[in-house]
């Protein structure tokens, strides 16, 4: 089934530990985005690449890197997890000749 | 600047009762209206699209320009609409094509 893949489903991390969420897609999309949602303040971005070879930052990149070394795969990396990053974490995707946008199943992130 | 501000946090109807998720935007070029709703803990999926101009699940949705609105109404509420509701706005003037978020509306429907 055409879609994203993001692993893992859910994760409790120590603090100051590096972490990398997996984001994988099958549609041949351009552009794929990382967003952070958290109660009362909706989805905000994070990174965003508008094509292979191509990042760039959102509202909230502080202490996530990202890469993009093929069109299916998006990693966001945590170099040093802080409690602040403690959210839950939604990859997409979208094709730019139609409009639509994909979203993952997310994960949910805990740091202690 | 682009914003999308969704007023309400919460919103409880009953069965059967009209509901309406207020959206408001604002942006310079021509936007890209959606929404999208989330079920209990699970992926965000598009509800509507302004431009396709078609009724998913009984929901609809006009684009307002001159009050730059985007409300999303059901006549009738379902309690299987219970879910957040987040109105996006496409900035499709960029090459980026990303979405930018309301903060959702959380929709309540008692039996």
């Known amino acids: 089934i055409a879609g994203i893949t993001q692993a893992p489903t859910s994760q409790i991390l120590a603090a100051g530990r590096r972490m990398t969420l997996r984001c994988t897609q099958d549609?041949?999309?351009?552009?794929m985005y990382w967003y952070r949602q958290d109660l009362g303040l909706g989805l905000r971005l994070i990174h965003y690449?508008?094509?292979?070879?191509?990042?760039g930052k959102g509202e909230v990149p502080d202490g996530y890197s990202v890469s993009r070394a093929n069109t299916d795969d998006f990693p966001l990396t945590l170099a040093s997890a802080v409690p602040s990053q403690t959210s839950v974490y939604f990859c997409?995707?979208?094709?730019?000749?139609?409009?639509?946008?994909?979203f993952g199943s997310g994960t949910r992130l805990t740091v202690v | 600047a682009q914003r999308v501000t969704q007023p309400e946090k919460l919103l409880s109807v009953f069965k059967g009762a009209p509901v309406e998720l207020k959206c408001n935007y604002s942006y310079s070029g021509s936007p890209e209206l959606f929404w999208y709703v989330q079920y209990s803990r699970q992926r965000l999926q598009l509800l509507l699209r302004h431009i396709s101009r078609e009724s998913i699940k009984g929901f609809t949705a006009d684009l307002n320009k001159g009050e730059t609105s985007f409300h999303l109404k059901k006549p009738f509420a379902q309690e299987e609409d219970s879910a957040m509701y987040y109105c996006?706005?496409?900035?499709?003037?960029?090459?980026?094509?990303?979405?930018?978020f309301g903060r959702g509306t959380q929709l309540t429907v008692w039996p």
């Open positions: 997409a995707s979208s094709d730019r000749r139609t409009g639509g946008y994909t």
């Open positions: 549609m041949r999309h351009n552009a």
């Open positions: 690449s508008n094509t292979a070879g191509t990042t």
């Open positions: 996006a706005l496409g900035d499709r003037g960029s090459t980026l094509g990303r979405l930018y």
